[in-house]
């Protein structure tokens, strides 16, 4: 095919969209159904609602072949496990008795069967729930959710491509099921799925699917040569079956450059690939042309960044999709991954500045940013000659703004020295005057930090921003809810407090709204997990911190009790990775620059009388490249801004950090050079694994495996919170034993956090009870 026709047949897609709707009418509907106020009925047609609404804007703007199968009501990994039929026994029957209600089990858990574990997706603060597999599963097709979607999308007259997740990565996510030996690898169940596989692409096909996209990110990690053969022998099989039982294959991997797998995928008989070819994987460019390019395939190029909200350098990619023209037989133009990664539209934030809104693209800004470049590379660059001098100004306004440079914080981060990243005294010369100075119980007993945000704490802050509450009145609202937190705590019999943190509406943005050089959205919502949304504000500029931003509260806390109470800080990693970070300068620059102005904020804690501070870190595992040549620099940037931010404080402040919901088995090694005095993590629905991964790697320090998993409704008897404590014990020696839950408790009720922390403490007092008595 020739340069000109290849042009010619230039289409515009994307592989997923924000699900949640504008007014985040999905969240509404599925709690609503939880409580029981929504019916199923109208909870499936909000959901069909939502759906249409995003075929039809995607259509609007060019998009000339929508996905479907990307919508969910919950996550779409729970989905493809649905699909497969790989539901775990012990919710079974309730799947097979009502399949809406098994489904959020699965997600869940209930009173008497726990939910899936939960952990990230990849380097993405999305959160997916981990397939259970053994060597007794049965896969069984169950193509009914994904045939009628895209019998919704062919009704409207548009072109639909069906996205699955694909088997080898669904297969390497999985999980040993509860009861199967730990060294049972799920990836030796493919001969056994891909059948199934095959008669789901049958039934898209026979529905009226031209293309079904199978979705491979797990090939862009390090894999073993067992792994990509694996991969192969899948994708021979599935792409061998005849054109009549299937449809075209378009294989899609994202978040990093395919490296050793593009070969293995690029002589699959499959019709197309779906590569990255933003800057985290500009790498598979230059891989692709010496592979040989693509002949005869058609070539799907995710030259805008899914996964950021600043807009897109045309110009950049252009250049990048007209070096790929010659490498494939079609070459069509997408986001680098699904757009459910991003808030749905920048122009809703009427909040931000005009100029500044011009930089930003959300998903629908996105869109119109694919289909002006594939009208760009099918009819040239005058086709939009407008569109590229109005970027290239944008772009412009940008760099030079003064947001984004600030000249005092460019020399104070140019003036840290390692002394300033060190504590003045080793470990263990600090634990024995914490231990003195604190004089805590074996087992002492905390929580993370949050309490539960209720309605009235909601209504409070929305009254205040509306002018229905004056200053006053808010801070009166907020020492009560304190006092009622600080009162519950010690009369439960808890050793370490919190305040609760009932200012605060997110971890990240309460203080990304105090700091210089950070912007918040009105309505710039994505999905983290399930129901639960967050607002990620976007760091614009240079950071720095006008004001203390926590010891008002903390201090206030600490007047109503003789107990510690925890200052408690979000780190700088997770400030970056909960954020849409800039990106016109190094991560770790950036990262050094919110450790300072942290760092500022413990010095005043400290200073204020608090003796214990929590600088939470659940994103440091998370932002952990995909590829294991990546690791070392960015870990070392990682540490060293933590340790940074912690460094400046007594040897008797013990510092804690905490993280949550991922793989942390191989980043111990980094958990140490953080320097933290005490670190808690999720353990419950792993069932302690991390307490035997930081034993067998010799951590030293004091360790809080949670023993409550937050994210189900479930309250954990006391029984069942000792037991965990026991297994911990068995990895991590008593005096080095904390007890805590998995997270900070914002999404739970009073009413289930009550019980729980009550068996919680509890439970720590029979396991004491045993230890004294030998």
């Not at 047609?45 to 996905?67: C, D, F, K, S, Y």
């Not at 959020?104 to 952990?119: H, I, S, V, Y």
């Not at 002492?444 to 929305?462: N, V």
């Not at 931003?549 to 970056?576: C, D, E, H, I, N």
Request: overall charge negative; glycine content about 8%.
């Amino acid at each position: 095919m020739t340069t000109e026709s290849a042009a010619a047949a230039v289409e515009a897609t994307v592989y997923g969209y924000p699900r949640q709707g504008p007014n985040r009418e999905l969240k509404k509907a599925v709690e609503g159904y939880w409580k029981g106020r929504v019916s199923a009925e109208a909870l499936h047609e909000t959901a069909a609602h939502l759906r249409r609404a995003n075929w039809l804007q995607l259509a609007g703007a060019g998009i000339t072949e929508v996905p479907t199968g990307d919508f969910s009501y919950y996550d779409h990994v729970l989905d493809t496990s649905v699909m497969l039929g790989a539901v775990p026994d012990r919710h079974r029957a309730a799947f097979d008795a009502d399949a809406l209600d098994g489904y959020f089990a699965m997600a869940r858990g209930t009173q008497d069967a726990a939910p899936l574990e939960m952990t990230k997706w990849f380097d993405t603060n999305y959160h997916y729930l981990v397939p259970e597999l053994g060597p007794d599963t049965r896969f069984t097709a169950d193509s009914t959710r994904q045939v009628a979607a895209l019998r919704e999308a062919l009704a409207l007259g548009l072109g639909a491509r069906p996205v699955l997740v694909g088997p080898v990565t669904y297969l390497l996510l999985a999980k040993p099921a509860p009861g199967v030996a730990e060294d049972f690898r799920p990836i030796t169940l493919l001969d056994r799925l891909l059948p199934v596989y095959a008669q789901v692409l049958a039934d898209l096909r026979a529905a009226g699917a031209e293309w079904v996209q199978l979705d491979e990110p797990a090939l862009v990690q390090d894999r073993t040569p067992a792994e990509l053969g694996t991969a192969a022998r899948a994708y021979r099989e599935l792409g061998g079956l005849p054109r009549t039982q299937r449809p075209q294959l378009l294989v899609a991997t994202y978040f990093d450059r395919l490296g050793e797998a593009l070969p293995v995928l690029a002589k699959a008989p499959v019709e197309g690939l779906a590569l990255d070819f933003t800057e985290r994987a500009a790498a598979n460019l230059d891989d692709l042309a010496a592979a040989g390019g693509l002949p005869g395939k058609r070539l799907v190029a995710g030259v805008v960044d899914g996964r950021n909200i600043w807009i897109n350098d045309h110009e950049k990619s252009l250049t990048t999709l007209a070096t790929l023209l010659g490498l494939a037989d079609r070459v069509d133009v997408a986001a680098s991954c699904s757009l459910l990664h991003v808030p749905l539209d920048a122009g809703a934030e009427r909040d931000i500045d005009p100029q500044i809104r011009r930089w930003l693209a959300f998903a629908r800004q996105k869109t119109t940013e694919i289909t002006t470049l594939a009208r760009g590379l099918a009819s040239g660059t005058g086709a939009i000659a407008a569109e590229l001098a109005a970027n290239r100004a944008d772009l412009a306004s940008r760099a030079n703004s003064a947001i984004t440079r600030d000249p005092a914080v460019r020399a104070r981060t140019a003036a840290v020295t390692d002394s300033d990243g060190r504590r003045s005294q080793p470990y263990d010369r600090r634990a024995a005057a914490q231990r003195a100075h604190l004089g805590l119980p074996l087992l002492p007993t905390t929580t993370i930090g949050s309490f539960p945000q209720t309605a009235e704490l909601r209504t409070a802050r929305a009254d205040l921003r509306a002018g229905r509450l004056d200053a006053d009145g808010y801070d009166g609202r907020i020492e009560a809810e304190i006092r009622e937190v600080i009162a519950f705590q010690e009369k439960t019999g808890i050793d370490v407090l919190v305040h609760g943190e009932p200012e605060r509406n997110d971890m990240v943005q309460y203080f990304a709204e105090q700091l210089t050089g950070y912007l918040a959205t009105q309505h710039g919502w994505v999905q983290s997990y399930g129901t639960r949304y967050v607002r990620p504000p976007v760091l614009a500029g240079d950071i720095s911190r006008p004001e203390p931003m926590t010891v008002r509260w903390t201090a206030y806390a600490q007047s109503r009790t003789a107990k510690p109470v925890k200052g408690m800080l979000t780190g700088p990693v997770t400030m970056l990775a909960w954020s849409f970070v800039r990106d016109d300068q190094p991560l770790g620059d950036t990262a050094r620059q919110v450790a300072l102005a942290l760092r500022d904020e413990v010095d005043d804690l400290e200073a204020a009388g608090t003796s214990v501070i929590q600088v939470d870190e659940p994103a440091l595992r998370e932002t952990l490249p995909l590829r294991a040549a990546d690791h070392a620099a960015y870990l070392a940037w990682a540490t060293e801004s933590f340790r940074l931010t912690t460094s400046g404080v007594r040897p008797d402040t013990q510092i804690h950090t905490h993280m949550c919901y991922a793989e942390f088995g191989d980043i111990v090694e980094a958990i140490e050079e953080l320097d933290a005095d005490v670190i808690s993590l999720e353990a419950a629905r792993s069932h302690m694994r991390v307490a035997d991964e930081l034993a067998g790697a010799g951590y030293p320090r004091e360790v809080g495996p949670g023993v409550w998993d937050i994210h189900s409704p479930r309250i954990p008897s006391a029984g069942e919170a000792a037991e965990l404590l026991r297994r911990g014990l068995g990895a991590i020696p008593a005096e080095r034993l904390w007890v805590n839950p998995d997270c900070g408790l914002k999404t739970r009720g009073w009413p289930e956090t009550r019980a729980s922390l009550e068996h919680l403490v509890e439970a720590a007092r029979q396991v004491r009870t045993e230890i004294a008595e030998g």
